[in-house]
């Protein structure tokens, strides 16, 4: 997480002291000229940084500002170049900063937010301020430079996020388990059939924590886009044929009529790791029998379309309101947190499926009806 | 058992198993239970059936824990029930934040059963204390502080406290076993509209308590959160 950071840094001290020489321009015709080159090919560096740079001289005229900073500032350079810093950057915080290092040749470094220009959305900026050195050491003004940190701190409130769902999660289950075991160690005079339900409660309290757990090292290992994925030509037809043997005992108890629709003469070659691709179809078709009421339908259903294979799990169930079908895929989002529970779900199956469909370089659709059903299309690439 | 016999005490939760627990513990105490795993019928619950104490889920489907607790304090009928938050999350800022809104208590998960026997009774004996003239003599083994003439005595020998501390003092000792926030000290033993950080309450905390001596323990400190005075001298 540190390391935009650390690059913002040493881009800026770099930068100080390559801008004193490129700023400089000055010496006999040869050294102009090969100072000139070097300028030249400074300013297409500065230009191409992500970073937004402006430089001021001891006066506070800015020498050059990159085209990051015109964007930030909503600026052009060419008016800017020459004019007081203070009519650029309208901002008593990043001013201050400036003067102080310009006072103290100490570098400054906060982090602000910056209003945007033109309808933009505020940015949270690292601002860092640098004295600007020229060649024989002596301080000839300062460089700024703007970090944009705005993606990072969401994605750092993300993961806390995250931390505070997985933690919340796993303190439930185990809250259970410890009040009724020691409940039970506490009362030693407790009937029997009070004693037999508490247990079976601890138990699947204790599976529902273990699929939590399943889940959520299946959903690191596949959000992890620096692990590698097997990729080995598998037909996809015999994958759902398994996950549709592993859901049928569970259809059965509710009376679902669970229907295959493959057909039987093709194969669907497509290049995926075998357990991944088995966790989508485990997902769709659990999901699709938990959310269907006893007598309903679950249908899976395979086909090619140009270059890709097409898998629809489409049930029979109580459906999705439109409000949420944006959100499904979303970690520990649900739609009905009681529903979800009492049924077993963890929250996490359906960001899950998406991962996966993603890192096989293919997708995953929802289409919902409240009171009708739902049906989720898996979209992959066709093997050559 | 005849303190608790009658007793009504509402359980908002939205784990069945916990709400089975905490049912079954109260229960065996004495205590009438009723409860829900949804908050709008919480809420009803708490106007419906009155209860003396609610245990509080934070996070709840329908009304969030919080929601309810503002609620029951700012209505005149339910604002004499007394709250005990129930938390997963143990984030301070939410415990704060009910505290503030006027909860007496809180648990976090997973938290013994025995435990919350205990917060539930000691939060009810609270209630009934409190209901009490606050004048006279209030005695906190080595602790005895009187009220009337404006002076702490610790085994004994007198000692000198400021007015905050003095106020600061008195506020938690009266509620021994109850969390006190910064700014509930604040508003208690400083006064409402004046202008103190929380910080400063540390301060005079830490003054107050090096003049306790040997008795500086019963302010115990939670961190995250504020301060308590430990009840029973801190010998339960």
Same mark, same amino acid.
């Given at each position: 997480?540190?390391?935009?950071?650390?690059?913002?840094?040493?881009?800026?001290?770099?930068?100080?002291?390559?801008?004193?020489?490129?700023?400089?321009?000055?010496?006999?015709?040869?050294?102009?000229?090969?100072?000139?080159?070097?300028?030249?090919?400074?300013?297409?560096?500065?230009?191409?940084?992500?970073?937004?740079?402006?430089?001021?001289?001891?006066?506070?005229?800015?020498?050059?500002?990159?085209?990051?900073?015109?964007?930030?500032?909503?600026?052009?350079?060419?008016?800017?170049?020459?004019?007081?810093?203070?009519?650029?950057?309208?901002?008593?915080?990043?001013?201050?900063?400036?003067?102080?290092?310009?006072?103290?040749?100490?570098?400054?470094?906060?982090?602000?937010?910056?209003?945007?220009?033109?309808?933009?959305?505020?940015?949270?900026?690292?601002?860092?301020?640098?004295?600007?050195?020229?060649?024989?050491?002596?301080?000839?003004?300062?460089?700024?430079?703007?970090?944009?940190?705005?993606?990072?701190?969401?994605?750092?409130?993300?993961?806390?996020?995250?931390?505070?769902?997985?933690?919340?999660?796993?303190?439930?289950?185990?809250?259970?388990?410890?009040?009724?075991?020691?409940?039970?160690?506490?009362?030693?005079?407790?009937?029997?059939?009070?004693?037999?339900?508490?247990?079976?409660?601890?138990?699947?309290?204790?599976?529902?924590?273990?699929?939590?757990?399943?889940?959520?090292?299946?959903?690191?290992?596949?959000?992890?886009?620096?692990?590698?994925?097997?990729?080995?030509?598998?037909?996809?037809?015999?994958?759902?044929?398994?996950?549709?043997?592993?859901?049928?005992?569970?259809?059965?108890?509710?009376?679902?009529?669970?229907?295959?629709?493959?057909?039987?003469?093709?194969?669907?070659?497509?290049?995926?790791?075998?357990?991944?691709?088995?966790?989508?179809?485990?997902?769709?078709?659990?999901?699709?029998?938990?959310?269907?009421?006893?007598?309903?339908?679950?249908?899976?259903?395979?086909?090619?379309?140009?270059?890709?294979?097409?898998?629809?799990?489409?049930?029979?169930?109580?459906?999705?309101?439109?409000?949420?079908?944006?959100?499904?895929?979303?970690?520990?989002?649900?739609?009905?947190?009681?529903?979800?529970?009492?049924?077993?779900?963890?929250?996490?199956?359906?960001?899950?499926?998406?991962?996966?469909?993603?890192?096989?370089?293919?997708?995953?659709?929802?289409?919902?009806?409240?009171?009708?059903?739902?049906?989720?299309?898996?979209?992959?690439?066709?093997?050559? | 058992?005849?303190?608790?016999?009658?007793?009504?005490?509402?359980?908002?939760?939205? *784990?069945?198993?916990?709400?089975?627990?905490?049912?079954?513990?109260?229960?065996?105490?004495?205590?009438?239970?009723?409860?829900?795993?949804?908050?709008?019928?919480?809420?009803?619950?708490?106007?419906?059936?009155?209860?003396?104490?609610?245990?509080?889920?934070?996070?709840?489907?329908?009304?969030?824990?919080?929601?309810?607790?503002?609620?029951?304090?700012?209505?005149?009928?339910?604002?004499?029930?007394?709250?005990?938050?129930?938390?997963?999350?143990?984030?301070?800022?939410?415990?704060?934040?009910?505290?503030?809104?006027?909860?007496?208590?809180?648990?976090?998960?997973?938290?013994?059963?025995?435990?919350?026997?205990?917060?539930?009774?000691?939060?009810?004996?609270?209630?009934?204390?409190?209901? *009490?003239?606050?004048?006279?003599?209030?005695?906190?083994?080595?602790?005895?502080?009187?009220?009337?003439?404006? *002076?702490?005595?610790?085994?004994?020998?007198?000692?000198?406290?400021?007015?905050?501390?003095?106020?600061?003092?008195?506020?938690?000792?009266?509620?021994?076993?109850?969390?006190?926030?910064?700014?509930?000290?604040?508003?208690?033993?400083?006064?409402?509209?004046?202008?103190?950080?929380?910080?400063?309450?540390?301060?005079?905390?830490?003054?107050?308590?090096?003049?306790?001596?040997?008795?500086?323990?019963?302010?115990?400190?939670?961190?995250?959160?504020?301060?308590?005075?430990?009840?029973?001298?801190?010998?339960?």
């Amino acid at each position: 997480m540190n390391v935009p950071l650390l690059i913002a840094g040493s881009v800026g001290l770099l930068l100080g002291v390559s801008l004193a020489m490129f700023l400089r321009r000055e010496g006999p015709d040869t050294e102009e000229s090969a100072a000139a080159g070097e300028g030249a090919q400074l300013a297409a560096i500065l230009a191409s940084m992500t970073e937004g740079v402006v430089a001021v001289d001891r006066e506070q005229m800015v020498l050059h500002m990159n085209a990051e900073a015109e964007r930030i500032f909503d600026r052009r350079s060419i008016q800017c170049v020459g004019a007081p810093v203070w009519k650029i950057i309208r901002n008593p915080e990043i001013l201050d900063m400036l003067e102080a290092t310009l006072d103290t040749g100490l570098e400054q470094e906060r982090e602000m937010l910056i209003p945007s220009s033109g309808g933009a959305p505020v940015r949270r900026m690292e601002v860092r301020v640098a004295a600007l050195r020229q060649g024989d050491g002596e301080r000839g003004g300062a460089v700024m430079v703007f970090h944009d940190v705005t993606r990072l701190r969401h994605l750092e409130s993300v993961r806390r996020d995250f931390v505070a769902n997985v933690s919340h999660e796993i303190k439930t289950p185990v809250a259970s388990i410890r009040g009724m075991v020691e409940t039970m160690l506490d009362d030693r005079e407790m009937d029997p059939d009070t004693q037999t339900r508490f247990l079976q409660r601890v138990f699947a309290q204790t599976r529902r924590m273990g699929r939590l757990i399943d889940d959520l090292l299946a959903l690191s290992r596949f959000e992890d886009d620096e692990l590698p994925l097997r990729r080995d030509r598998i037909d996809m037809r015999r994958t759902i044929e398994e996950a549709v043997e592993q859901i049928r005992p569970a259809a059965q108890k509710k009376e679902l009529c669970l229907v295959a629709e493959l057909p039987s003469d093709e194969s669907f070659p497509v290049e995926a790791d075998q357990e991944a691709l088995r966790l989508v179809f485990d997902n769709l078709l659990s999901n699709a029998v938990r959310y269907t009421p006893e007598g309903g339908r679950v249908t899976v259903s395979l086909k090619k379309v140009g270059k890709q294979v097409w898998s629809e799990v489409s049930d029979t169930g109580i459906g999705i309101e439109e409000e949420h079908l944006d959100r499904i895929f979303e970690r520990f989002y649900r739609v009905d947190k009681a529903r979800s529970r009492e049924l077993g779900g963890t929250g996490l199956g359906l960001s899950i499926v998406k991962h996966i469909t993603a890192r096989l370089g293919g997708g995953v659709l929802v289409q919902s009806r409240v009171g009708e059903g739902s049906s989720f299309r898996v979209h992959l690439p066709l093997a050559e | 058992m005849n303190e608790t016999k009658g007793t009504r005490i509402l359980v908002v939760e939205d *784990e069945p198993d916990l709400r089975e627990v905490i049912r079954y513990n109260l229960q065996g105490e004495g205590f009438e239970l009723i409860g829900t795993g949804d908050g709008e019928e919480g809420w009803r619950l708490v106007r419906e059936q009155h209860p003396q104490l609610v245990l509080l889920d934070l996070m709840l489907p329908g009304m969030d824990g919080l929601e309810i607790c503002r609620r029951m304090k700012e209505d005149e009928a339910t604002r004499g029930i007394a709250v005990i938050m129930v938390t997963a999350r143990g984030e301070e800022s939410d415990i704060v934040l009910g505290l503030e809104l006027g909860a007496d208590d809180y648990v976090t998960k997973p938290f013994s059963p025995r435990e919350l026997v205990a917060r539930v009774k000691a939060v009810l004996r609270r209630d009934r204390r409190e209901g *009490e003239a606050a004048t006279g003599r209030l005695v906190a083994d080595p602790i005895v502080i009187d009220r009337d003439r404006h *002076e702490v005595k610790v085994d004994d020998r007198r000692i000198d406290l400021t007015p905050t501390e003095f106020r600061l003092l008195e506020a938690l000792a009266t509620s021994p076993g109850r969390v006190f926030t910064r700014e509930q000290l604040i508003r208690q033993a400083i006064g409402e509209g004046v202008v103190v950080t929380e910080r400063n309450v540390d301060v005079h905390i830490k003054s107050l308590r090096k003049k306790l001596g040997d008795a500086r323990g019963l302010i115990e400190t939670i961190r995250g959160v504020g301060y308590r005075f430990l009840e029973d001298g801190g010998k339960a």
